[in-house]
């Protein structure tokens, strides 16, 4: 069986979102469009409390996107964004969701935060993703959405060492810093995930 992870194909990451992603509204006409390629589909949702430690706004003295240490780990501070319940946290409404069999949101603890849709940042959470998969005999799994250099790497990353065949979507998914994304690029390559284009699959 084969899967696609739509990962937090949000409103804050869209343009005028909060987190927005430069360009990040151009991939979701071809995520509509290859999904029916894929025996499965599931989504995760970025979903933080307000009171969440990977907000700036929630620390004395510190701007979004500057680094600090949380849990022993760097934890880039963000603004605001996909707080629960919010018009920010919903999935994008050109998003074609008919087939989304299962929704796996992540981020909900605010001490850690969650980049990857399996776990938490510090591997102690699960989000049932997967043993979903798992139990769906899902071997091949294919991520894409947003961001490229945070959510949509750590997803892969994970999949990957879950041992499942990983594939990642590159012109579907767009990043939040170039510098990010080409560490993260090189780091997929060399764990043996598979880089492809939308028309390979
Ligand atoms: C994400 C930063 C903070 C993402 C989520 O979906 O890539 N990035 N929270
Ligand atoms: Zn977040």
Redo the contacts with the bound molecule.
Sequence with gaps: MKALIL??IQND?LPGGT?AVAQGDEIIPLINKIQTKFDLVVASQ?WHPENHA?FASNHKNKSAFELIQLNGQDQ?L?PN??VQGSNGAKFSSNLNTDAVAAIFRK?MHKNV?S?SAFFDNNKTQHTGLEGYLKSMDVSEVYVCG??AD???YFTAKDAQHLGFKTYYITDATRY?SKEVYNTAILDLKQRGVTLLTSDEI
């Design positions: 990962v937090d990451f987190l970025d990977s880039v963000w964004h996909c981020g935060d980049y947003l961001a945070y959510c949509v939040i």
